[in-house]
């Protein structure tokens, strides 16, 4: 029997192989100003949970769609993430992927399979690992070319333009999506926006940008970085930075508000991912899955760094302050940061980055907030078709359906259970709409 035994090794996957695409072509470009075009379907956001849904509309037969996305490329921004941190695999398994459920198609692992002469012998075993029903790991350049084959062979990139989208109108059976550079009108939208950064709370420097010398996980760092850099978070995305700064020889000064770290496959209990997971959240009431998100939507680390913090821990490299949250950040002398513990210690560092989670997109801000009906910042959604129970014509894929699905809604795994309902209860509407107004037009023509 093969044993799961956390590896460092694993971690290390190469990055940037090349990998043989479908011919395709690339994204559209900047949405031409003044659109104002029609679409059967438009998808705000093109990470890979648009990626997922425009994947299964065009199973659906819905073709007319259009994908909007501030940054212009399928999956750019999770990709741009990732790099950022220096993360060469993922944390979700194999048989977590944003291919399509229900059709015929190259799944993630099959993908990989393909590609076996370009994969080291430790991806290889990976994949072995997958086939006999084991947990795995996913190299980041697998999933990005696994990525680059649904864009290509669901002709989802010539659909997708650049464009911030600034307000979702629905009504009357449409909605007008207005960007920077004009305005669209479609039968549905389906809103796939992903998460923000959570900010630091204003009691921390008292509010505005952060003081010099801080950055949070997702900007780039200081040129240089100094010798001893501070990070503020328990999560995985700490992780991959303190183990970049280690690698790049300073000493790290790691703060964590619980009093100790917590190892796991995934960032939430693997239960989730399953229907068993999801049914003992979906029959359940609104205050017991709150309780639910709470428990099972926090801060973990894959085991595989396990190892290598311990060790970095043992011999002085990382010095970890465990259990006290932070009260105060401030830039120190000499360029110094300087952040306090609620227990009076203080952690100072000549550069402190920030890792604090994210914050789920719901919509606010898009839609009228009477329509996304927020209640505890999460969106009230028709748990059967994923759209806004006050806007049938809007729908939702991604961290935002968390308490449809539970903790597991923003993983990539979720995406694929979401964009299973939106999806047919998408081309259904457009079936029905279709069909009322063929009727129509007979009444009229009689
Ligand atoms: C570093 C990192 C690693 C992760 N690793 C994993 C993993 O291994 N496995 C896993 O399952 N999950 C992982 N996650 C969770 C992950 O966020 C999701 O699985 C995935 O990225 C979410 O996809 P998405 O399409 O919902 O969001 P995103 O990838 O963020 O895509 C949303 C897109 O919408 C765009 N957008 C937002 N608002 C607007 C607007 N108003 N107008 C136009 N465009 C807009 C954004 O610019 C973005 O391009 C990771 C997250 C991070 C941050």
New binding site residues.
């Given amino acids: 029997m093969i044993t799961f035994v956390p590896e460092p090794h694993l971690l290390d996957s190469p990055r940037g192989r090349h990998w043989p695409r479908v011919p395709a072509t690339g994204p559209a470009g900047a949405l031409p100003a003044g659109h104002g075009r029609t679409a059967d379907v438009v998808i ?9 849904v425009a994947a299964a509309l065009w199973h659906h037969g819905v073709h007319d769609v259009v994908l ?4 212009g ?1 399928p ?4 990709f741009d ?2 790099d ?2 220096g ?1 060469r ?4 398994p194999y048989e ?1 992927h ?1 291919g399509v459920e229900g059709f015929r198609d190259c799944e993630l692992l099959d993908f990989a399979r393909l590609h076996w002469g370009r994969l080291t012998r430790t991806e290889r075993r990976e994949i072995r690992m997958a086939q006999s029903g084991h947990r795995s790991v ?1 190299p ?1 350049d697998v ?1 990005e070319a696994y990525c680059d084959h649904l864009v290509a062979s669901h002709h989802i990139a010539a659909k997708t333009w650049r ?4 307000e979702v109108l629905p009504g009357g059976g449409t909605a007008t999506v207005t ?1 920077e550079r004009g305005s669209l009108t479609a039968r549905h939208v389906v ?7 959570r900010a630091a709370p204003d009691s921390w420097w008292g509010a505005g940008a952060p003081p010099p010398g801080v950055s949070y ?2 900007e780039s760092g200081p040129v240089g970085g100094g010798r001893r850099q501070v990070v503020v978070g328990a999560g ?2 700490a992780a ?1 930075l303190i183990t970049g700064a280690l690698d790049a020889g300073r000493e790290v000064h790691w703060v964590i508000r619980e009093p100790g770290e917590r190892y796991q496959c ?2 939430v209990n693997s239960a989730f991912f399953r229907p068993e997971g999801r049914k003992r959240f979906d029959r359940v009431g609104w205050e017991q899955r709150l309780g639910l998100m709470g428990r099972f939507r926090r801060a973990s680390i894959m085991f595989e760094f396990q190892p290598l913090l311990e060790r970095a821990e043992a011999e002085g490299r990382l010095v970890v302050h465990r259990g006290a949250p932070v009260r105060r950040v401030s830039a120190g002398v000499g360029g110094t940061v300087a952040v306090r513990l609620a227990d009076g210690r203080r952690v100072g560092g000549d550069h402190a980055v920030l890792a604090l989670g ?1 914050t789920p ?1 719901i919509g606010t ?2 839609l009228p907030p009477a329509l996304v009906g927020a209640r505890d910042g999460w969106p009230e959604l028709d748990e059967r078709t994923m759209a806004y129970t006050r806007a049938p014509e809007v729908s939702v ?3 935002a359906a968390g308490m449809v699905l539970g903790p ?1 809604a ?6 694929r259970v979401a964009t299973t309902r939106a999806a047919a209860a998408i081309a259904r509407r457009l079936r029905d709409g279709a069909a009322v107004a063929a009727g129509l037009e007979a009444v009229a023509g009689a």
């Avoid at 999956?75 to 999770?78: C, D, L, N």
């Avoid at 464009?163 to 600034?166: D, I, L, P």
């Avoid at 809103?191 to 950064?197: I, N, Q």
């Fill in positions: 705000v956001g093109a990470g890979p949970a648009g990626i997922a909007l996305d501030r940054d490329r999956g750019g921004r999770f993430r990732i950022l941190l993360q695999v993922l944390r979700s977590h944003p996913v980041v999933f464009a911030t989208v600034r960007t809103l796939a926006l992903g998460e923000e950064r996980w997702d995985l995305t991959h995934a960032d994210t997109s801000g898009l894929i991604g961290a597991a923003r993983n990539i795994d979720g995406h």
